[in-house]
């Protein structure tokens, strides 16, 4: 008996990689994203991000010292990349005290309560992230506007180019950002989702190091591409076109960050294509005809809430069946 292999939790990888090494490989393609932020909204980031992670790799040792008295797991880097990511949903001007709060929520209700890493069925940071818009709409969405490296970021703010649409009885491309402001992080919005090209930089890097694959990604960006180009060929007065959806929100970020989370993301490829493409389509669903003008954080949960059965779905079959 003394000889049984305990098994810990997911991710199981065949590899080198250690849960600390992911780790560090996504906080490294992360830090792109976060020059950009600190360029255009200057301090009030750097603030935000250090509360965010902090607070969450301190709540993660509280909980695990002295509620669940276990070993504790700060050393592995999770932590620090849920404050990260937490911090990249949220606006630059966000008080601090609902950082600390969002902080807590992630860890102490959407990651802990489940055994911690390896054992939560939804992504933390878009837990805490959606448990916010709901709880402070306000501050969730009031939006800085970009003002390079010299401004504060609670000087002046504006609506995002989503909500510009959102907010629209017809597109006016006038009113939005131009394609290479989308590109480089000029317009309003959660700070560490402005910047595409940041945002690619830093999954090129993933890729490169097999942290992710590209299914998911792919999926998600893909079917976002098809629905809202089919949208934009039937009315263009009516639906921005595919390349707008693609470029503006919390696309990005999701898709190549949060979506194509280990633990709660698919094991296999052919799930993984389909968990990516739902992702897409419920994003889609909800810019064009929901309430609110964003849709990301829901559709990655929502589908979260689906992988156990797209496992049991897509389960590869049993060698020399």
């Not at 700060?74 to 601090?96: C, E, K, M, R």
């Not at 209700?109 to 939804?122: E, T, Y």
């Not at 970009?146 to 504006?158: E, H, L, N, Q």
């Amino acid at each position: 008996m003394n000889k049984l292999l305990n098994v810990s939790g997911s991710p199981h990888v065949h590899s080198g990689e250690s849960v600390q090494k992911i780790m560090v490989s996504v906080i490294v393609a992360l830090m792109p994203a976060l020059v950009v932020s600190i360029f255009y909204f200057g301090l009030p980031v750097i603030v935000l991000t250090l509360v965010s992670v902090g607070c969450c790799v301190l709540f993660e040792y509280l909980i695990q010292r002295f509620i669940m008295k276990v070993p504790t797991t700060i050393s592995d880097g999770s932590a620090v990349v849920t404050g990260l990511l937490l911090a990249f949903n949220v606006p630059a001007n966000l008080p601090i005290w609902m950082m600390v709060v969002g902080a807590l929520v992630a860890i102490g209700i959407a990651k802990m309560p489940f055994g911690g890493l390896g054992h939560n069925l939804f992504n933390p940071a878009l837990v805490a992230r959606v448990f916010m818009l709901i709880s402070f709409p306000v501050a969730m969405t009031t939006w800085p506007v970009p003002t390079p490296i010299w401004g504060f970021a609670d000087a002046v703010t504006g609506p995002t180019p989503l909500g510009i649409l959102k907010e629209s009885a017809a597109v006016n491309m006038g009113e939005m950002p131009r394609y290479l402001d989308l590109l480089v992080g000029q317009m309003g919005g959660s700070f560490g989702e402005i910047s595409a090209i940041a945002l690619l930089l830093g999954a090129a890097y993933l890729l490169w190091k097999r942290v992710i694959t590209w299914h998911i990604p792919v999926a998600f960006i893909l079917t976002v591409f098809i629905f809202s180009g089919i949208f934009y060929l039937i009315d263009p007065t009516q639906y921005a076109n595919p390349f707008f959806h693609l470029l503006t929100g919390g696309l990005m970020l999701g898709a190549f960050f949060m979506a194509t989370d280990m633990v709660t993301s698919p094991t296999t490829p052919s799930a993984m294509l389909v968990f990516g493409a739902g992702c897409g389509l419920i994003t889609i669903i909800i810019r064009l005809f929901g309430a609110y003008p964003e849709g990301v954080s829901f559709s990655i949960l929502l589908m979260n809430a689906m992988v156990p059965l797209l496992n049991r779905w897509f389960k590869p079959k049993t060698y020399a069946k």
